[in-house]
């Protein structure tokens, strides 16, 4: 097998409020840290720590009030945001054929600006964010070596993010209406259960889950009582994941894929879903069920043509933590029914996705983690091969988080691997993180992929 690393430096984050967003994420990631295990993680809101799916969510997803049956009162409204320039560099890829487009060096030196306005009218708050980038590295290295659409695609991007309005209907009911990140399950590095929002995997591997989740508008109501709580959703806007684009060195296949089709957004095409929430002493429980658009496309042909399309699935999944001392159980399954493969592609199939995982925070200012999972088909076809698709398909995910000179340095290590032996191929991340002052964060790395004998490691 052959390694392909990548390294990324992470460069400068300047403010325009007294906290960037990076700086709050740090200083918010800290205290969920000292928590320890105590809060159980609620599983409405984004996951907490830094880290495919950069650094460590803790063991407390606590960015909604989900356990709250009322909003807090802010006093003033608040205008916050973030700078930040990032660069990238390629330092172990291959020499391009003739014509294709070079890779190796600069690949990536972007200019980021995220802006946030949160206000409140009495027990109701609200918020308006987004973000914009530009990447110079494109002109740098010469835009005409570079395939259109992706130029089109990570050249430069302006995207409204989390926007909406929440308050309380009631002692006990909730409402929150727009653009909104619905966190499910328990696991940091790996989807079983989390499937609401799409992700940015337009560079897989560079960046944990939590920073990738892409917001959807949803009307969402939350009801209270005892100890448990039931949200129900329903989500008219119908977004997919970002993948790597046609030219991208992380695009898997020599020729441009076929047309993809998307679904209408609309209320009457609106995903639906359901989640019970409990949370106890020392354990937490949900219940998930929900009727949602497959972010993974297969290939069909209509009407003598290929096209990519989306297939409408159901879900109903469970997922619970266990605190014990200094360790952190976690389980999650979820059976999906209705999929389907560009191999087959008229006849749907089921699946049967099992993760377990074990979190130890006995060090001092250290985080461990070590999750499993595996997916399950259980009326399994050989076909299923063509379309990178096993009857068991395995996932390791191993973290190390640790925190020094008083929390102003953060090193994390992430390793994914796939296949029962991790012979199917994975990624290593290595990052520092270090504090230079308040509001100013600089971050390094490297980042290695691992080719391996299923796709889409096969193509690295």
Known sequence: MKTAPFTLLLLAGLTLSPLTEAAETAETNLDQLLQGFETPADETSQSSNPALDDLLSGFDNTEDDTNSTAVEEISASQFSGSASLSSSYNYAHTAPKTGATDHRGLSRLRAKTNLQYNDTFGHWKSRL???????????????????????????????????????????????????????????????????????????????????????????????????????????????????????SDFYPLPRLAPAEQLPDSSLANSETALALNGIFNGWDLSLYAADVYDDTPYLNVVNGQPIQQH?????????????????????????????????????????????????????????????????????????????????????????YVGDFLHQQLRLTALVSLFGAEGNDGGFSRFSAQYELKDALLLTGGVVTYQAGEQFPFSQI
């Open 129 to 247: 964010s987004g973000y914009a980038f530009y990447d110079a590295s494109y002109q740098i290295n010469g835009s005409e070596q570079y395939q259109q659409t992706l130029l089109e695609d990570m050249e430069s991007e302006v995207e409204l993010g989390e926007t909406y309005l929440q308050g309380s209907l009631s002692e006990n009911l909730d409402l929150k209406i727009g653009r909104q990140v619905v966190v499910w399950g328990k696991s940091d590095s790996i989807r079983v259960t989390d499937l609401i929002n799409p992700i940015d995997n337009r560079e897989p591997g560079m960046v944990d889950i939590e920073d990738l989740r892409l917001p959807l508008a949803m009307a969402k109501l939350d009801y209270y009582f005892g100890d448990w709580s039931l949200s129900a959703m329903l989500i008219p806007e119908i977004r997919f994941n970002k993948n790597p684009s046609f030219g």
């Open 311 to 399: 297939q409408r699935i159901k879900m109903l999944g469970s997922a619970f933590n266990i605190a014990s001392g200094s360790w952190l159980f976690k389980a999650e399954i979820a059976y999906l029914d209705e999929l389907l493969y560009s191999s087959l592609p008229t006849q749907p199939q089921s699946r049967v996705d099992t993760l377990l995982g074990l979190d130890y925070a006995g060090f001092s200012d250290t985080q461990l983690s070590l999750e499993l999972l595996n997916r399950h088909t259980p009326d399994y076809q050989l076909a299923l091969q063509n379309s990178g698709v096993l009857q068991d398909n395995w996932q390791t995910a191993v973290r």
